[in-house]
């Protein structure tokens, strides 16, 4: 009897064709007609693969989001992924060298969607699907924070009993990833008040003064021991030398590990009051991702995957990263979520982004066990 390893193996060629194709319909995030060309071959590798067809979510701005179904039963298994990249158009070539593979949005996450396709065909072509309803959302806003595609994630997450997000493994390895931090993204908008830098400074409320004492107090809101970040990662203001500056702006990213310590960070922020009392404040923006916190529903996944690895001839490690993905907001409704199940390679987001050929067979036929068994 032919195993998944062994259909897969034989259809390697094919598998790598499949990721260089997608990789070619070249997605970044804010351009809408180039992220829906890729969904229209995205889909057309599904009809290829898997007959089926998508459903379609129409966006004004971004990319159109695709969901995909094939089987049935009561129990539904998302798989979560996103086609959307950050390079622009012709920014990087695509190419295969010795061992590696190289193109935009390769490792986050093209071939982790390819992989999951290619998994569910295994399963569907050597009669091993599992007995439930196997649903593939694509979306096309990850890299922007997914502001369009949130809403569709939470409602299909919390339809489903398991989420698998096919997200690059670890950077630094293989690991699978079972926690991920939340984030969020705040402004903070200061005026004072401009005066003459040398005739009558003492007029004046300068904005930029008021910047730095609010800079020191953000960031001892941070919680090392808790795994709480906080980074004012951008500042602008004032203007003419010789005029005390009437605004300044700051921009403020965090990160936390635990919803309350989510909501500890907003509150403070948004209390945030002037250093000089005739300063004013205006605060906006909010936690953009909750945290994905690893439960015993997560591990149980985690030791499902770690179990068909090792009996691929491989070990498989778990992590907790500081990044995010959707994956947080299907574990923030409380359902069993396992993610970092795509490509293994390096430098997401980097100039040589790529993913480690030898290990796409290998992989896929994990996610292929891990479908078959949740």
């Not at 809408?32 to 007959?51: E, H, I, P, W, Y």
């Not at 997000?165 to 004072?192: D, Q």
């Not at 396992?338 to 036929?365: F, K, M, N, Q, S």
Request: charged share 25%.
């Amino acid at each position: 009897m032919k195993t998944i390893h062994d259909y897969l193996h034989a259809n390697q060629r094919f598998i790598l064709d499949d990721i260089e194709k997608l990789v070619r319909a070249e997605s970044p995030s804010n351009d809408k007609a180039a992220v829906d060309a890729c969904g229209q071959t995205l889909s057309q590798l599904f009809l290829d693969r898997l007959n089926c067809q998508p459903d379609v979510y129409p966006q004004a701005e971004q990319g159109d989001h695709l969901g995909f179904t094939i089987g049935e039963g009561k129990r539904q298994i998302l798989i979560l992924g996103h086609f959307d990249t950050v390079w622009d158009i012709g920014r990087l070539s695509i190419r295969r060298e010795e061992d590696k593979f190289y193109g935009p949005g390769i490792l986050d996450m093209k071939a982790g969607l390819m992989q999951a396709v290619w998994a569910v065909k295994a399963l569907n072509e050597l009669n091993q699907l599992p007995s439930a309803r196997i649903r593939f959302l694509c979306t096309s806003d990850e890299e922007l924070g997914s502001p369009t595609s949130r809403e569709r994630i939470e409602q299909e997450s919390v339809a489903s009993d398991v989420v698998l997000v096919v997200e690059p493994a670890t950077a630094t390895g293989s690991a699978l990833k079972t926690a991920r931090k939340g984030s969020g993204r705040f402004y903070m908008h200061i005026t004072g008040r401009a005066a003459h830098a040398g005739n009558n400074p003492e007029d004046g409320v300068n904005a930029i003064e008021e910047l730095a004492h609010q800079v020191q107090y953000l960031h001892s809101l941070a919680d090392t021991s808790r795994g709480t970040t906080v980074n004012v990662g951008m500042v602008q203001g004032g203007g003419p030398l010789n005029v005390v500056p009437e605004t300044a702006e700051i921009g403020i990213d965090v990160r936390v590990s635990a919803l309350d310590e989510g909501e500890r960070l907003q509150n403070a922020i948004y209390n945030c009051q002037p250093h000089h009392s005739e300063a004013t404040l205006k605060v906006t923006g909010d936690m953009t991702r909750p945290p994905m916190e690893r439960t015993q529903a997560t591990e149980k996944l985690f030791l499902i995957a770690q179990k068909a690895a090792g009996e691929l001839g491989f070990e498989l490690t778990e992590a907790s990263v500081g990044g995010g993905s959707d994956g947080n907001f299907a574990a923030a409704k409380g359902i069993p979520t396992l993610d970092g199940l795509g490509a293994t390679g390096a430098a997401p987001h980097a100039e040589y982004e790529h993913i480690e050929i030898e290990t796409v067979v290998p992989r896929t036929c994990m996610l292929a066990e891990l479908i078959r068994q949740v």
